[in-house]
């Protein structure tokens, strides 16, 4: 995709495994199983598509991919193409990334371990202090070496624009500071907010979420949005890359690719 200042890439992580009842939480296992076959056990197969947004003077990865960390068996990781083979793929080596951001820090988007030499890494606020001292709850989602090195991070006290044409809105949803990002008005990427594209229906949220009231809620209003302007959406665990566009249907919504 390009706009007047952004060139937008979606690259590969290659694709991973995880339990298809808390990607779906009270949606019943009969309602999702034909939409996501899950195997021996109920994992279901998920992507990792990190977005490369190249603009006047930087290059942005947004949710650098799978902890290098994570178990491969448990997960069923598979990467191919790795991260790194995707940005080779466009043209470019980790040491061309300017910065790096998260819709949140958990392991499946935090990209732990990776190399970045020359990124600044942009960070909500709430989202760090979470993650630097997670909740019981939550503390197998965050891993300590995930994170990137303080030194390095920018934080983030809420709403705004981060890099000329890219501005970040804080949803909520599987982490107080997880974060939407918006293109030049013209392209969303979601988050955990719309995993894929079976989570459209604003009542499906995932076990993960910390509020699935307001979830729905923030999904309701985010969808409208998108449909009203015409947003491109980039769904980083859907299994294609493509991405869509949300219809309104009065009370429902449609995804068009």
Not at 177 to 199: M, N, Y
Request: with cysteine; hydrophobic share 40%; glycine share 10%.
């Amino acid at each position: 995709m390009e706009t007047a200042g952004l060139k937008i890439d979606v690259l590969s992580d290659g694709t991973f495994g995880l339990d298809g009842g808390a990607m779906f939480g009270m949606v019943p296992r009969e309602r999702w199983k034909e939409l996501c076959p899950p195997d021996e056990r109920n994992r279901i197969r998920l992507g990792t598509h990190t977005l490369c947004v190249r603009g006047p003077g930087f290059v942005l990865l947004v949710d650098p991919g799978v902890s290098l960390s994570a178990d491969p068996e448990m997960f069923a990781i598979r990467r191919n193409p790795t991260l790194e083979e995707s940005l080779a793929g466009i043209g470019l080596a980790p040491e061309d990334v300017t910065h790096v951001t998260m819709s949140h820090l958990h392991f499946d988007h935090a990209g732990g371990g990776r190399s970045f030499p020359n990124a600044e890494y942009l960070v909500q606020e709430a989202e760090w202090a979470a993650a630097t001292s997670p909740h019981l709850l939550h503390s197998r989602s965050y891993r300590r070496e995930d994170l990137p090195p303080e030194d390095r991070v920018r934080l983030l006290p809420g709403d705004g624009e981060i890099l000329p044409g890219v501005r970040v809105r804080v949803t909520g949803g599987p982490s107080a500071g997880h974060q939407v990002l918006l293109f030049e008005d013209r392209a969303v990427f979601f988050g955990d907010l719309l995993p894929t594209i079976h989570h459209l229906s604003p009542p499906r949220t995932m076990a993960y979420d910390l509020e699935p009231r307001r979830v729905v809620d923030v999904k309701l209003s985010l969808f409208r949005e998108a449909a009203e302007k015409g947003w491109l959406g980039f769904l980083y665990h859907d299994l294609s890359p493509d991405p869509i566009r949300i219809v309104s249907e009065g009370r429902r919504f449609r995804a068009v690719r």
